[in-house]
């Protein structure tokens, strides 16, 4: 068994909560895992052009090529992706967009597999946990886990943050407000937020090493797609 964790921030592993709490839940599943950060890769979304109808194979050339066999070959999905405007940042979702690969001719490469969905922001990280979830359910994977967080956001170390008006700094503490590193979020800091973190890496472990059923959960996940179409009709 192999799981794959994405994380779908831009900033580097020593700064971005996004990929410590993917860590996180990937350390305590006890099983054999694949951590990929898509920092500088170049990833674009799907171009609608159906190259990969035939052989849920997608012919864009760029650096979701070399992802494919990873995700493939997974079990499971740990994925995180930051806070940009309540929604996935931009290269998550282009990442997760390109899944539409595998999705023609009834291709079940993904059908009944498990996944975590890791959010993080500066006031709130369960607008992208959330997106991912939603990203997970149309391949029919179970979501056993969602993790949140509030990280740090730019406005902390854009230089302005101190006399922004608009700026998370000064909403959270008001006009006078100094940034410290005492008031500068960080989910490592965040005892809760890492527990949540451990305790879902632990159960989506559980999950796999007890030989979960593949097809019972992918029959739950087409109904809980079907009950999501009809309330929106």
């Given amino acids: 068994m192999k ?15 996004v990929y410590k709490l993917v860590k996180t839940v990937l350390e305590n599943t006890g099983i054999e895992y694949d951590l990929v950060s898509l ?16 052989d849920n194979i997608c012919k864009v050339s760029d650096d979701m090529t070399e992802l494919r066999d990873k995700i493939v070959g997974a079990d499971a999905y740990v994925i995180g992706a930051p806070n940009y405007y309540s929604t996935l ?5 282009s990442f997760i967009e390109r899944w539409f690969q595998f999705r023609h001719q009834d291709g079940n490469t993904l059908w009944g597999k498990l996944g975590v969905a890791v959010g993080v922001g500066g006031m709130d990280g ?34 302005y943050g101190e006399t922004c008006g608009v700026g998370i700094p000064q909403m959270l503490y008001g006009k006078n407000v100094r940034i410290t590193p005492e008031i500068i979020p960080d989910v490592s800091k965040q005892p809760e937020v890492m527990a ?8 989506l472990g559980k999950r796999l090493r007890n030989g979960h059923d593949r097809k019972a959960v992918t029959q739950n996940m087409q109904q809980k797609m ?8």
């Fill in 89 to 93: 940042n931009a290269v998550t979702h």
């Fill in 39 to 54: 920092r500088g890769k170049k990833i674009g979304g799907c171009i609608a052009c159906l190259g990969c109808a035939k």
């Fill in 3 to 17: 799981i794959l964790g994405i994380s779908g921030s831009s900033r580097k592993e020593d700064t971005s909560g």
């Fill in 196 to 203: 949540e973190s451990a305790d879902a890496g632990r159960l």
């Fill in 126 to 159: 369960r607008f992208p946990a959330n997106d991912i979830e939603k990203f997970f359910l149309y391949s029919f994977i179970e979501t056993v886990a969602k993790v949140s967080g509030q990280g740090a956001a730019s406005c902390y170390s854009c230089g």
């Fill in 226 to 233: 079907m009950d999501m179409m009809k309330s929106a009709v």
